[in-house]
Structures are given as C-alpha cells and as structure tokens.
C-alpha cells in the first residue's frame, strides 16, 4: 500500500481483556517496528522483525505482549490481560532493510483500558 | 521496555523567527541520527537525518548539527511558520548497522502568530 495502515485506529478494552492490533507494513519493506507512546512522551521500543530472522523482543515489557508476523506481510501485536497501564498509543513502522528515511510510521492506535 | 522522556518540553517561537530544538543522545555507539515531526493524531514524520561523519547537514528550511563530542543533536528549524507546530523527536541507531532506533524525549514546538 502506499503507507503503513494499522486498525483499528481506536480500541477501548475492559481490564483483563485480550486485544489484537494489527499493522500492514509497506509492500516490500522488510523491517517492521512497533513503539508504544504513552500520553505527552516519547516513543518506547517494543519489537523489531527484520525479514525472516529472528525478531527482536528485547522491549516487550512483560509476557503479557507478544508480536507476530509472517514474512514481509501484515503483523499483530496481542496484549493479554490488559491493564490499565497499558493504555497508550502504538505505533507500528516499516522501513527497507537500512531503515533510515524509509522508515515509515502508522498513525496508530489509541488502545485505552478501562 | 526502552523508553525516555516524561514531560515534553515546550518551545515558543514566534512565527518567523528561527527555531532550534536540542537533543541529547545516550550512546556513543550511535552513527546515524533522525529528527522527526509528530502532529497531533499522527505518527512521526520523517524530516531530516545525518551520520556521524558529519556535523552538520542541510536541508529545505531545515538544518541539523551534530556534535559528537557532548553527544548532542540539534534541529534548527528557519522562518518558523504555524504549520511546524508540532513534538519534534531525535532518534538513534545505539550502534553501527542496527536499525531499532531509540527515541528522545520530544519537545513540543509552539509557533505563536
């Protein structure tokens, strides 16, 4: 597509509920990203999939999260057992392999527990 | 996770006048840099990168310094217009080849008419 989409672009989840968001990189970026931003900070690395290597999940901040994806194509974030402290923005990214310039976020989305 | 930043910063510029946002970065192992612009309800924006073999790199309306000898970064930003308003972001590489960039604190630029 012509940039990253993630759905949904809004979430509002009951505490202890599972949730699942979904990000489509770019076609043909290699690299995916996804940060988590909490309201008026800054952006907080979660995972990295580059190709199909090994992803890097030193970010995850418990075993609560995990992240999916296959090949180059769509990956998912699951939170399970939310929290209210997991009510945030998260972003998803996508980049050529190099990232730099070509890395490209989503707009998003707004998970909030309550 | 990695994280950094709690309160945003704010700078007030008027409109017109120049703007500059600072930037620390934590690891001298970095050599690539990023600012990005963030707008309300969107993701960051790229806008300006450099490596570390240089200080310094320009671009339309946009300049970056690097100094890696305090390990800091700076995003001038000329004739400041509403338009910028908006948090601005560094991001770091942390080392040579990887591309999980760490992000600093953001600071929130206000262009006041």
């Known amino acids: 597509g012509a940039g990253v989409s993630q759905s949904p672009s809004n979430k509002v989840t009951e505490k202890g509920k599972d949730v699942e968001l979904r990000c489509d990189p770019i076609s043909g970026h290699t690299a995916l990203y996804w940060y988590r931003q909490r309201l008026g900070q800054g952006l907080e690395f979660l995972i990295y999939?580059?190709?199909?290597?090994?992803?890097?999940k030193s970010g995850l901040p418990s075993d609560r999260f995990s992240a999916e994806r296959t090949g180059e194509s769509v990956s998912t974030l699951t939170i399970q057992r939310t929290q209210q402290e997991d009510s945030a923005v998260y972003l998803c990214?996508?980049?050529?392999?190099?990232?730099?310039?070509?890395?490209?976020f989503g707009s998003g989305t707004r998970l909030t527990v309550v | 996770g990695e994280s950094v930043g709690l309160h945003l910063p704010t700078l007030s510029v008027q409109e017109g006048d120049n703007s500059i946002i600072n930037c620390a970065y934590s690891n001298s192992a970095s050599d690539y840099f990023i600012w990005y612009k963030q707008e309300s309800g969107k993701g960051p924006q790229f806008i300006i990168d450099?490596?570390?073999?240089?200080d310094k790199r320009q671009g339309q309306r946009v300049t970056v310094l690097l100094n890696k000898t305090v390990k800091h970064l700076s995003l001038q930003i000329a004739a400041t217009q509403p338009g910028d308003s908006a948090v601005y972001f560094c991001?770091?590489?942390?080392?040579?080849?990887?591309?999980?960039?760490?992000f600093g604190t953001g600071t929130r630029l206000k262009v006041l008419a």
């Open positions: 991001a770091e590489n942390t080392a040579s080849g990887t591309y999980k960039y760490i």
């Open positions: 450099i490596r570390s073999n240089m």
């Open positions: 999939f580059q190709g199909n290597s090994a992803p890097d």
């Open positions: 990214a996508s980049s050529p392999i190099g990232g730099g310039r070509g890395y490209t």
